[in-house]
């Protein structure tokens, strides 16, 4: 059986579902932001998905990990 949606079209409330989008950086930051995740043993993706969801906890003014 083939899947009819492709995975970055799903919906948001299905467990797993990403949204892809591009996003420019300077090429400065890219690399910072490459070799800070290589420091974490992460994916540059999954680098930047931990500080985005780590800035959103912070500005509700949560920060349970």
Same mark, same amino acid.
């Given at each position: 059986m083939t899947d009819p949606e492709p995975r970055a079209q799903r919906s948001e409330e299905e467990p797993g579902a990403r949204k892809a989008f591009l996003v420019r950086l /300077? /090429? %400065?930051l890219l690399e910072e932001l490459r070799g800070? %995740? %290589?420091q974490e043993v992460r994916s540059l993706n999954g680098?930047?998905?931990y500080l985005l969801r780590d800035a959103v906890r912070r500005r509700r003014g949560r !920060? !349970?990990?």
């Amino acid at each position: 059986m083939t899947d009819p949606e492709p995975r970055a079209q799903r919906s948001e409330e299905e467990p797993g579902a990403r949204k892809a989008f591009l996003v420019r950086l /300077p /090429p %400065a930051l890219l690399e910072e932001l490459r070799g800070w %995740a %290589a420091q974490e043993v992460r994916s540059l993706n999954g680098h930047i998905e931990y500080l985005l969801r780590d800035a959103v906890r912070r500005r509700r003014g949560r !920060d !349970d990990r």
